[in-house]
């Protein structure tokens, strides 16, 4: 089989496939080598020389940062999809795998989200630069396919939360940046206020699942159109505060400020295809999940990202 190359191993999913501890995995952090950088990942690509590569790492932030920032998020990412897609090409990678996420959607696109309905439209004008740079990872992948036969295949995982997250309060995801506001408010004994009504709905999926539904597909995926990876269950807002303040045994009052915007109620997501693959796939459920973040938060809370 080779080598397997993980890049954005730092994070996340990185860390997820750490712990399946797949032989022969190589981990590669922006630390070791930039990825904006096509030389310095050229000569990494063309040392390893890798069969199979797991392409997750990335430029991201919440709506701030991709507001602020949309002119960076988007040449960094193009910089980096376009040279690993092209090192893993030049040096005969047999497999590529690599990642977006629902949010590069189309603003006005219908639901459940579907694989076809990718590029039917702009995407949000909050994170237009992040989504158009990772739309291009479709792309690229499509037409290394069709001139040089590359097996490239995406995936489009939903709202991903674990262990080894990015716990920043400012500019970090959901359910992160909710556990660590309510970790903060026990500490001070404070009320925990969250924005909106709490009503809205969204589909989170455990990172452990990801990083087994990455290693299924470099084995059995090879279809041109990219996959979606979610369970397709929604919890409310609200609901999902409660379940973390329960699993952090936070006591405290619970403030929904509702003069703060909800954003869309709903985006579910089309999960046809992946149920086509992999019928009975069990997907962790989210107590368990939100209970294995908050036991990890709270036990590396000196030293995670924040």
């Known amino acids: 089989m080779g ?176 556990i660590h506001r309510c970790f903060l408010s026990k500490k001070t004994n404070s009320d925990l206020v969250v924005w909106g009504s709490g009503k809205p709905l969204r589909e989170f999926v455990f990172s452990d699942d990801i990083a087994k539904l990455a290693s299924w597909a470099l084995d059995n995926y090879s279809e041109d159109s990219p996959i979606i990876f979610s369970s397709g269950i929604e919890i409310s807002i609200r609901d999902l505060v409660e379940l973390v303040a329960s699993k952090m045994k936070f006591d405290g009052k619970l403030i929904f400020d509702s003069t703060k915007p909800d954003g869309q109620y709903r985006k579910p997501s089309d999960t046809t295809k992946l149920r086509k693959y992999l019928p009975d796939f069990v997907f962790t459920p989210i107590e368990e999940g939100i209970e294995k973040s908050v036991d990890w938060f709270v036990t590396n809370y000196p030293n995670l990202r924040k």
């Not at 797949?22 to 990825?35: A, C, G, H, S, W």
């Not at 696109?109 to 995407?123: A, F, I, S, V």
Request: proline fraction near 6%; charged fraction near 20%.
């Open 3 to 178: 080598k397997t190359l993980v890049t954005g191993a730092g994070g996340l999913v990185g860390y997820a496939i750490k712990q399946l501890n797949p032989p022969d995995t190589i981990y590669l952090t922006r630390k070791e080598v930039d990825l904006t950088d096509f030389d310095k990942i050229d000569a990494t690509m063309a040392h390893i020389r890798p069969s199979r590569v797991i392409h997750l790492a990335a430029t991201v932030g919440g709506i701030g940062g991709n507001m602020i920032h949309s002119g960076e998020y988007f040449r960094s990412n193009i910089m980096i999809n376009t040279n690993v897609l092209e090192s893993a090409r030049r040096c005969g990678v047999k497999k590529l795998i690599s990642f977006m996420s629902t949010c590069v959607f189309p603003n006005t696109c219908t639901y459940p989200l579907n694989e076809k309905d990718l590029h039917n439209g702009p995407p949000h004008p909050s994170n237009f630069g992040y989504a158009y740079a990772k739309r291009m990872l479709e792309v690229q992948s499509s037409a290394y396919r069709n001139e040089w036969n590359c097996d490239y295949i995406v995936a489009i995982p939903t709202n991903i939360y674990g262990p080894n997250d990015d716990w920043n309060l400012s500019d970090g995801h959901v359910i992160p940046s909710l």
